[in-house]
């Protein structure tokens, strides 16, 4: 079962622009994660962000979390044809609740067109 | 540094056949996960693997799916017999757990499985 819901389900855009995706969750976390998958590199770690955090900064990522709201949101800034993938939101949830298992959304398929 | 390997990268069965898929994990991980993926979802995970022994199993169809990690490195994953509803992607994954939540999972390529 997927605990994450994110939107939007695709995203095309143009080089240079931004794109914004957001994930939905349902229970209580420890952190929540975000993951890049394309057919050249499998799916990647991009960025963790924890409970007790409310936005965090890599690169061009900016990762913000609403634990009130049971939400998350990842920016990408000066978007390249590169940035191509689908995006994936992960839960990781308290190790009593779910002995700390990682649970992923549906991903947001984003197009970043030259 | 070598990432995590997975073999074979595709694997075309007719069901009711077995098939097995191999994972080999980063070195000097000590957790090591399989995750089954399905078109245009997210990864789910099967087993989790803490050096020899499966922690969390409890998402593994044990009628038909087995897994094994070995002397707590090497882990395979085996369907017996395959059904049509198993084509899918079947990604293994390591980490080096600290006994943190904030672990880093690394994920390998997948392997690619199609039942006719």
């Known amino acids: 079962s997927q605990q994450g819901e994110e939107d939007p389900q695709a995203l095309s855009i143009q080089e240079g622009e931004n794109a914004t995706m957001n994930c939905s969750y349902k229970t209580s976390i420890n952190n929540l994660q975000w993951y890049r998958q394309n057919s050249g590199r499998g799916l990647v770690h991009l960025i963790l962000i924890r409970s007790n955090e409310r936005e965090k900064h890599s690169g061009r990522l900016r990762v913000t979390l609403d634990t009130s709201k049971k939400s998350s949101s990842l920016l990408i800034t000066a978007s390249r044809a590169a940035d191509t993938a689908s995006y994936f939101c992960a839960t990781r949830g308290e190790p009593e609740t779910s002995g700390s298992r990682l649970t992923f959304g549906e991903g947001t398929q984003l197009t970043v067109n030259p | 540094e070598a990432g995590v390997v997975q073999s074979p990268r595709y694997k075309i069965i007719e069901k009711k056949q077995p098939v097995a898929f191999w994972c080999n994990p980063i070195s000097g991980h000590n957790t090591l996960y399989w995750y089954l993926q399905n078109l245009g979802q997210g990864p789910e995970l099967l087993i989790r693997?803490?050096?020899?022994?499966?922690?969390?199993d409890s998402q593994l169809p044990k009628d038909r799916f087995s897994a094994e990690r070995l002397k707590g490195v090497d882990s395979t994953l085996k369907i017996q017999p395959a059904e049509l509803g198993d084509s899918a992607v079947y990604l293994c994954?390591?980490?080096?757990?600290?006994?943190?939540?904030?672990?880093?999972?690394?994920f390998g390529p997948g392997t690619r499985l199609t039942v006719l």
């Open positions: 994954a390591s980490s080096f757990s600290s006994g943190y939540s904030t672990d880093t999972q690394y």
């Open positions: 693997y803490e050096n020899e022994e499966a922690v969390d």
